[in-house]
């Protein structure tokens, strides 16, 4: 049949029938409904000379599928929830938080997916998200939920879609997926570069120890300065990840340790407030002390004066890690439980 017969059996439309129908893709493909169906659902039992004739057929009408009856019959949705278990006000001050969220956007939207984002702090906003998470209104779920005691990766465990976790899930050791970054393994990076350098008083600012993360970094540069034959005692401030955290933690260091020589610090937004107190200190940096953080976000660590030396770490190799984990899942193909480690370097430049 011609191309111009087979549009004249598909008739002109109007008002809100402008959009051509499933039927329509069909009789201008020259095949059955079913068989169109198939063909745009990308089904194995079609054969490529009919798939071809339904995209074709599809392209030339500007045919798009009802998300809503195509949802009914593959029972997906096309859409994956970003959940972020902090505060909105801190997730949205923090560059490597956003650069979180760029990242899972970019990667989803790469497979095909809509990214629905989620921030959870409170009891009241846990409800909500395991409720709009049991709805039926995404496929599954890309979660941080970095605080040990947060009771929603426990509660999320309960929920039929699947779950992959960045970071570790509170606690959870067993049957869940996750995707880490070396933190105890980055941590040693960057102090064995101090030791290196001759640093031999080497504090650090810790992250907060309600957290995997800056717990196993602190692990790292404790265990590392014993390795070197060096004292911890006493060189440790934890703070939480803030700029001003950063600088009062690093006034507190100063007040105990005129004298110390380098730190390690838990963080690149950490790093800029401990920067500023040293330099209103009169410390040169890094002549006097040498600093090292962690993260190597591209909106610090590189415009920082001096550039900052930090561990990098990729929000966007992680996530797509984490979404490379739960296609299968949400094909329903088998995947065991496990824990994959992803591995940092150091980026060294000239505060330290």
């Known amino acids: 049949m011609a191309t111009d017969e087979k549009a004249a059996r598909v008739g002109p439309r109007t008002g809100d029938d402008e959009r051509p129908t499933l039927e329509d893709v069909a009789v201008f493909a020259?095949?059955?409904r079913s068989t169109a169906s198939r063909a745009l659902n990308d089904d194995a039992y079609v054969s490529a000379a009919a798939r071809e004739k339904v995209l074709a057929a599809a392209r030339d009408l500007g045919y798009s599928p009802n998300q809503a009856a195509r949802s009914l019959v593959t029972r997906r949705t096309g859409a994956i929830a970003v959940v972020l278990s902090e505060p909105e006000a801190r997730l949205l001050d923090d560059p490597y938080r956003t650069a979180v969220m760029r990242a899972g956007y970019r990667e989803l939207a790469d497979v095909g997916c809509q990214m629905v984002l989620i921030f959870s702090d409170s009891r009241e906003d846990l409800s909500r998200t395991v409720r709009f998470l049991e709805g039926g209104h995404v496929d599954g779920a890309l979660v941080f939920a970095p605080h040990r005691a947060d009771p929603l990766p426990k509660a999320l465990r309960l929920l039929r879609i699947p779950?992959?976790?960045?970071g570790q899930a509170a606690?959870?050791?067993?049957?869940?997926?996750v995707v880490d970054f070396d933190n105890e393994g980055?941590?040693?990076l960057a102090v064995e570069h101090l030791v290196a350098a001759g640093?031999?008083?080497i504090a650090t600012v810790a992250?907060?120890?309600d957290q995997s993360a800056p717990i196993d970094r602190l692990a790292g540069w404790r265990k590392t300065l014993l390795d070197a034959g060096l004292d911890p005692a006493d060189l440790v401030e934890e703070s939480d990840f803030t700029l001003s955290g950063g600088a009062n933690a690093m006034s507190a260091l100063l007040a105990r340790h005129p004298d110390l020589d380098a730190v390690f610090v838990a963080s690149d937004m950490m790093a800029v407030g401990a920067l500023r107190t040293l330099e209103t200190a009169g410390h040169r940096i890094p002549d006097d002390v040498a600093v090292v953080s962690f993260d190597d976000n591209v909106a610090l660590a590189p415009v920082m004066d001096p550039p900052l030396t930090s561990v990098h770490q990729d929000?966007?190799?992680?996530?797509?890690a984490m979404v490379q984990?739960?296609?299968p899942l949400l094909d329903n193909r088998p995947l065991d439980p496990r824990r994959r480690i992803l591995p940092v370097t150091l980026t060294v430049r000239a505060s330290s």
């Open 186 to 188: 980055g941590a040693r």
């Open 171 to 177: 606690g959870i050791r067993r049957g869940v997926h």
């Open 315 to 320: 929000p966007r190799e992680q996530v797509h």
């Open 199 to 201: 640093r031999r008083r």
């Open 207 to 209: 992250g907060p120890q």
């Open 325 to 327: 984990t739960l296609i």
């Open 163 to 166: 779950v992959v976790f960045g």
């Open 30 to 32: 020259g095949v059955s």
